[in-house]
């Protein structure tokens, strides 16, 4: 019996981000109802999620809105992604906020 063959393999350490999720505090109050009435993309259905779902075609991700102002953002691929992605939500909700 002789010594078994041990061959070494490497391990690829390498890795892609696919999705991060991040959070964001507006500090103000969104109006959820006419939000998602007046505003493409925004699907509200308080009975199901207390939050209004906002897709963001054009940059690729989704956030949830929550009438506190709370923000999840998710499917971005970068900071700067998720940094677009507030910075455009801010811009469409400007009428909105109180």
């Given at each position: ?11 690829d ?76 939500a ?9």
């Amino acid at each position: 019996m002789g010594k078994p063959n041990k061959t070494v393999k490497r391990v690829d350490m390498g890795f892609k981000v696919e999705n991060i999720v991040a959070s964001a505090n507006l500090k103000v109050e969104l109006d959820l109802f006419n939000i998602a009435m007046e505003v493409d993309n925004v699907e509200y259905e308080p009975e199901q999620f207390p939050g209004a779902i906002m897709r963001l075609k054009d940059i690729g991700t989704t956030l949830l809105l929550f009438k506190n102002g709370k923000v999840i953002c998710s499917g971005a691929k970068s900071e700067k992604q998720i940094g677009q992605s507030i910075k455009k939500a801010v811009e469409l909700l400007k009428g909105f906020i109180h």
